[in-house]
């Protein structure tokens, strides 16, 4: 009981700093917020990834950070010469890309095998918070919320429901604590929270309505658990339980992100076809 009161109060806490932000970005016109605090999240979470289990010593902490940085100063000259939001199209389907490229050299060894699993691991975590900044400054922040929510809300009632009912795991070579109880319990909270979320007017108005809302939280709900398997893939290839510490009972950054990083991507191609 006491891990669950941390995790818990944790959650909180992050809840609140995320709020924070995203109320003090809305008194600014150019985003600046958005702009200062996403790629330092971005620079932890791969630093995060750099020092995790057996991809610490590679010295890739340099790599990984010119990478971010290149990334954010490339997605910069696009905002400033107006580009639309086409560039974030190509985000996500690099991001795709790159995931796709993670799972096919799984069993291959080499050094062009490892290149490629580090670049992989590098746009697999950088993409997803690039894209976030013209998904918000073309969506609003209604719409940022609306994705962080949907992202988020399937981890909460899928780790106390299957903590209270979970008896099978699913996927017990990824995630020994994942249930099956629990994966059911996110999708119908992230499917139900879409259709709230459409009526309280944080998703946009499409031709679909409602169903565009609940639509948009099933879709977002199985790319988060998607999400959230792939970083345990991951870390069980580092061996490590947890990303860090940064987070204290929750573990690093990057198990309190790893949701995000399928979600966002989805979002950035697949938002406009739902709520057109």
Request: proline letters at 3%; charged letters at 15%; one cysteine or more.
């Amino acid at each position: 009981m006491a891990s669950v009161a941390r995790r818990t109060v944790t959650g909180f806490a992050i809840g609140a700093g995320c709020a924070l932000l995203l109320w003090l970005d809305t008194l600014t016109d150019a985003g600046y917020v958005l702009w200062s605090a996403i790629p330092v999240l971005a620079l932890v979470s791969v630093w995060e990834l750099a020092r995790m289990g057996e991809l610490a010593g590679r010295r890739l902490e340099l790599s990984f950070g010119l990478a971010a940085i290149s990334a954010f100063g490339l997605l910069f000259w696009f905002d400033r010469l107006g580009v639309g939001d086409e560039p974030t199209r190509r985000l996500g389907l690099l991001y795709l890309a790159a995931a796709l490229v993670c799972a096919l050299v799984q069993g291959i060894t080499g050094p062009r095998a490892r290149l490629a699993y580090h670049a992989g691991l590098a746009a697999w975590v950088i993409a997803p918070f690039a894209g976030l900044i013209p998904f918000t400054l073309e969506s609003g922040h209604r719409a940022l919320v609306a994705l962080i929510v949907l992202s988020k809300v399937g981890d909460v009632f899928g780790y106390y429901v299957g903590r209270k009912l979970g008896r099978t795991h699913p996927f017990p070579n990824l995630s020994k604590g994942k249930t099956t109880a629990g994966c059911v319990a996110s999708l119908v909270a992230g499917t139900v929270f879409g259709g709230g979320l459409s009526l309280a007017g944080l998703l946009p108005e499409g031709s679909l309505g409602i169903l565009g809302g609940f639509l948009a939280g099933f879709v977002l709900n199985v790319c988060a658990q998607g999400g959230d398997l792939l970083e345990s893939w991951v870390k069980r290839r580092a061996g490590v339980k947890d990303s860090g510490r940064l987070m204290g009972a929750s573990g690093g950054l990057l198990d309190v992100v790893d949701s995000l990083l399928l979600t966002v991507p989805a979002a950035v191609v697949l938002w406009s076809w739902i709520f057109r």
